[in-house]
């Protein structure tokens, strides 16, 4: 009996040991983060054809990104300004087309979602010189759009305790290919708080 | 298989099921969908704000909803508008629940079962033939003249009746009596700041020129609580009273016998009233006698009263009307009676009885009720903010009724359904546009109303006021109106309901109120039944000693009964009194009525302060973590009416649940703002408590998890997702403003077990909420958070713009909504805002300063009245 519970306090301290920093490791994997990776969607949407190849600017899609709390996600019809001409017989735009004469919306899989007691504003973050990029990665490269960033509370606190390091001319706001180099004097062009960056009720109310 | 010694085989299966079950546990991270527009809307997702009105007492008052993605959230004054002047009331905050109410009418019913419009308009068509003859509408006080048109256009017989009837008959013809307030007023039985369609003007001027207000009433009322001097005595007294004073500047012949208003408070009155300022204010519950005698008295003071013609002026009087409706009934003349809106068989018991003689009848209403019950047809009427229309307010001022939604079931509005009945195809924005044809459509529909439409006042002749009534010696029952429900119209509101009633705090049901001396006389306390007996009728309720109740009279309020809660007391009035004789009995029995006057008590501290000068306090110590925002807010407890439209607005706001009856009964009321009440003889106060913020606070000592932190502008921070229910801050709290989620009581079924019995507080799925606050679950401690979400939207839009938040730029809900401006709320940092300024005033005061809590609200005490 000696031996059986000698196998079990050894067994207990090895779950303690490796056990719990590989939960630790697992609860903040790419798998469970669902970073890099990309869902299906209804349509196969390449961002990388949008934006790199055809050269359209963010904000034609997501227009409220400088005004609003969400970007904006394009309307049904807004896709058929160019697909009701381009490939517009192509079978892959058969759910837009239906949605368009059903009126019922496409129903896209969510790639960043924060919980609800998040509130996050878009247009505050894009005045104040900070680009797609820092969340949403180079999305100009994804042929499908794939969580780029954890979106954890430390994550966002990084940020919002030294906004310095992330911020870019305001003219290199959209452009995913800017490498970034320091710009110290950014902080004082935009400027940005001093106090309360970190305060709770920044994001959660 | 636990049994005897753990094998290694059993103890390896163990270890891996219980890894399984660990590993089940930490699902990944949880997917949604994103739904865009399919056509998006010019505006977008951004927040929109219409103009619109919206009837209290029939009557409109101009307001501004916000819509977000296309839908109405939140409804407030329309500034512009001179019926409410950018203040709003309980019942306007409050009427969003009754456009989403699951108890809504979904589609029409025949006998019911649902059925099709059409088969209804052929139904009508069978009975009526070509013409009209034989067709019959009941409608209350209908104030919207395209509604008017549309009735008279239908070749009908047009009968009216209205259990509260807000309209004054001191001339020979129905009309609406309209002052400016004067600087000294004298109130007999007159509600200008509760009970009247325009109280939200009135409010406002009340607060801008706080009157000498002298009141002579026989039930507590909104008013009476901010006189200077107020006496509390039975109706036909009051009329006395008023037959008193106008026979010491010789109008009136003296009453007979003795009176028994003080002679001191005639003596101050008659020399108040001799300054040349005063305007005489006759409540419409008061005789028309009486109510003509006020007018003469008021023409003698050269008090600049107008004589405005009723919006219904057919109406000589609320019954008439419906007694030639039930002769014709009774004669067996109306092939169709159609009912609009209104429940006349619950206002009306005897009613019933007619109404099965009647070839056909329809119901036009929003829920189902007492006379949808007893009609062939019950037809969905589409709420205000999905129906297009136009109403007049108090003075005649034309307003626009704008749609917010597109109707959610199957419903008309009243302009449309008589449209129907002529075969008229077209919808209600059509109508309205025909009605409307020759008047400027797009100012007047961004506007809210048509400039200058108000009406004109009339050349008046006077009614003889006569003698004195004689005094009543029996003991005297008083109807009136319940603060929340109104006529039983608002019972489904579950907001309306469980707000406290200015006086009594009784939530979720009515009582009968009476004085202290007299229930001792009766020897009853709170809860004990009383059977009241009115002629034949006789009902049963708990009795509430009410301390400003004069002693010698009962009241009764209207709307309740069945299924709304409380107790109906309709059947007890006769006609269209105001009062009766009554016999009252004590009976067997307690129930006791639920009031919150108890609920969320300081421990006995004496906290308010009445006193001009109030206990130096140590605003800005050395505490000043921001040197560009420190949140503040100070209210006038002298501007404060006691209305609760904070109380509402911050639920509406906040997306504050209902609890429901049995909750509340147990002190578990969400409300973030509670109106506390102080009694102090013949004068009463009212202090709304939100959380103080405190710069020293006691509940974020003693949080375990740092739930509740300190931001650098000043806000006492709750934050939900942190929060694990200890309830300790509560506890540590010396203002008790914090509240906890018991159970879950928005009933999203997520983790929260269903209270027992089930709240069914009225939300159907989908409903919307303010968007831009947490939704709390179960287990959760809340309170207020000086609106964190509008400073945000601020900070966010002047940050955009790189410059400082404006003064005025952060307007708290409550703030917005109070009629009479008490609340003021601002950066006290900015030595010039207005809410530094308050705060510099001498009656500032901190509730309960000396705990050193340094609360960021404070208080401007009410003066003791002294000249």
């Known amino acids: ?205 | 298989m636990l049994t005897g010694a753990l094998g290694r085989r059993t103890f390896l299966q163990l270890l891996s099921g219980g890894a399984l079950a660990l590993m089940a546990g930490c699902s990944p991270r949880p997917r949604g969908e994103l739904l865009p527009y399919v056509v998006a809307p010019e505006a977008g997702e951004e927040q929109q704000i219409f103009a619109t009105a919206l009837p209290y007492l029939g009557m409109a008052r101009g307001m501004l909803v916000e819509s977000v993605a296309g839908r109405p959230i939140k409804i407030d004054g329309n500034p512009s508008h001179p019926a409410s002047l950018g203040g709003s009331d309980i019942y306007a905050q409050a009427a969003l629940f009754d456009l989403f109410d699951e108890k809504r009418l979904r589609m029409p019913l025949r006998s019911g079962r649902p059925a099709a419009f059409r088969q209804m308009l052929d139904e009508v068509k069978g009975w009526l033939g070509a013409g009209a003859e034989g067709l019959h509408i009941l409608t209350r006080t209908v104030a919207s003249p395209a509604l008017q048109a549309a009735i008279s256009a239908l070749g009908a017989r047009w009968h009216r009746y209205d259990p509260i009837w807000p309209v004054s008959l001191a001339c020979r013809r129905p009309a609406h009596l309209r002052a400016p307030l004067q600087p000294c007023l004298v109130a007999f039985d007159a509600d200008p700041l509760g009970m009247h369609p325009e109280h939200l003007r009135l409010a406002r001027e009340w607060s801008a020129l706080r009157p000498r207000l002298y009141v002579l009433e026989s039930t507590p009322t909104l008013t009476g609580g901010r006189a200077r001097q107020r006496h509390g005595l039975p109706p036909v007294e009051v009329e006395r009273g008023l037959w008193a004073l106008a026979a010491r500047f010789g109008m009136a012949p003296a009453p007979e016998g003795e009176v028994r208003v003080e002679p001191a408070w005639l003596d101050r009155v008659e020399a108040e009233l001799k300054r040349g300022d005063g305007l005489l204010l006759a409540g419409e519950t008061l005789s028309p006698q009486a109510q003509a005698l006020a007018l003469r008295l008021n023409r003698r003071l050269n008090a600049p009263v107008d004589v405005l013609p009723a919006l219904d002026q057919h109406l000589l009087s609320p019954n008439e009307s419906l007694h030639e409706l039930e002769g014709a009934l009774q004669a067996g003349e109306v092939k169709v009676l159609l009912i609009l809106e209104g429940n006349p068989v619950y206002e009306r018991p005897q009613f019933a009885n007619y109404l099965s003689r009647a070839g056909l009848t329809l119901h036009h209403s929003r829920v189902a009720n007492e006379t949808s019950q007893l009609c062939h047809w019950v037809l969905p009427a589409s709420h205000e903010l999905e129906s297009w229309g136009d109403l007049r307010a108090y003075d005649g001022l034309l307003s626009l009724v704008q749609p917010l939604i597109q109707p959610l079931h199957q419903s008309t509005s009243g302009l449309e359904l008589l449209a129907r009945l002529k075969g008229d195809e077209r919808d209600g924005y059509a109508l309205i546009r025909d009605f409307w044809r020759g008047r400027p459509w797009d100012e007047s529909l961004r506007r809210g109303f048509l400039e200058g439409s108000h009406s004109r006042p009339l050349e008046w002749s006077e009614r003889e006021p006569g003698a004195a009534p004689a005094p009543v010696p029996e003991t005297v029952l008083i109807f009136r109106p319940d603060a929340g429900v109104v006529d039983g119209q608002l019972a489904g509101n579950a907001w309306l309901q469980e707000c406290p009633r200015p006086f009594s705090k009784l939530v979720w049901g009515n009582a009968v109120q009476l004085g202290r001396a007299t229930a001792e006389s009766l020897g009853v306390a709170n809860g004990d039944l009383l059977e009241l007996k009115v002629g034949q009728q006789s009902c049963t309720l708990p009795a509430w000693v009410e301390a400003w109740q004069p002693e010698g009279t009962l009241a009764v309020h209207f709307g309740f009964g069945g299924e709304r809660g409380g107790y109906d007391v309709y059947p007890l009035r006769a006609e269209d009194a105001w009062q009766a004789a009554v016999g009252v009995r004590k009976v067997e029995g307690r129930v006791l009525p639920i009031s919150t006057q108890a609920h969320h008590q300081l421990d006995g501290r004496a906290i308010l302060q009445t006193e001009a000068a109030a206990v130096e306090v140590d605003l800005y110590g050395e505490k000043a973590p921001s040197e560009s925002e420190a949140w503040g807010m100070v209210i006038d407890l002298e501007a404060c009416i006691g209305c609760n439209a904070c109380t509402v607005a911050c639920q509406v706001e906040n997306n504050i649940p209902t609890v429901g009856p049995a909750e509340a009964a147990r002190g578990r009321e969400l409300h973030w703002i509670r109106v506390d009440r102080y009694d102090h003889g013949e004068r009463v106060d009212f202090q709304p408590v939100p959380c103080q913020h405190c710069e020293n606070a006691p509940c974020e000592k003693v949080c375990p998890v740092g739930a509740t932190m300190h931001s650098h502008d000043g806000l006492n921070q709750m934050v939900y997702n942190r929060c694990v229910g200890t309830r300790y801050c509560a506890n540590n709290c010396p203002y008790k403003v914090r509240r906890f989620n018991f159970f879950d009581y928005w009933g999203r079924g997520s983790k929260g077990e269903a209270p027992s019995p089930p709240l069914n507080l009225g939300w159907f799925e989908g409903e919307p909420k303010n968007p831009e606050v947490t939704v709390r679950d179960r287990g959760v401690m809340e309170k207020c958070t000086y609106c964190v979400q509008r400073i945000s939207a601020a900070r966010i839009g002047a940050d955009k713009e790189n410059r400082a938040i404006a003064d005025g730029e952060v307007v708290t809900a409550c703030q917005a909504a109070c009629p009479s401006q008490a609340i003021v709320f601002g950066n006290l940092a900015d030595s010039g805002s207005r809410v530094a300024r308050a705060r510099s005033d001498r009656r500032n005061f901190a509730l309960l300063g000396e705990l050193n809590t340094k609360p960021r609200t404070t208080y401007l005490s009410r003066p003791n009245e002294v000249d």
């Open chain 1, 1 to 205: 009996m000696d031996q059986w519970l000698g196998v079990m306090v050894m067994t207990a301290l090895l779950l303690l040991l490796v056990g719990l920093p590989a939960l630790w490791i697992y609860a903040h994997s790419d798998y469970v983060q669902r970073s890099r990776l990309a869902p299906e969607q209804p349509i196969q949407f390449s961002h990388r054809h949008h934006v790199a190849e055809v050269g359209l600017d963010c904000r034609y899609c997501h227009s409220a990104v400088e005004t609003g709390a969400s970007a904006g996600m394009p309307s049904s019809s807004l896709c058929l300004t160019c697909h009701s001409q381009l490939y517009a017989d192509n079978d892959l735009f058969e759910p837009l087309r239906r949605s368009y004469a059903e009126g019922q919306p496409i129903r896209w899989q969510r790639v960043y979602r924060l919980p609800d007691y998040v509130y996050f504003n878009h247009s505050i973050h894009v005045a104040k010189g900070f680009g797609c990029v820092e969340c949403h990665g180079r999305v100009d490269q994804m042929a499908l759009v794939q969580l780029n960033q954890p979106l954890t509370m430390e994550w966002c606190l990084d940020c919002h305790n030294d906004p310095g390091p992330h911020l870019r001319p305001q003219d290199k706001i959209l452009d995913p290919g800017w490498e970034k180099v320091a710009h110290p004097e950014l902080k004082e062009y935009y400027q940005i708080r001093k106090q309360g960056l970190t305060d709770c009720s920044v994001c959660h109310r």
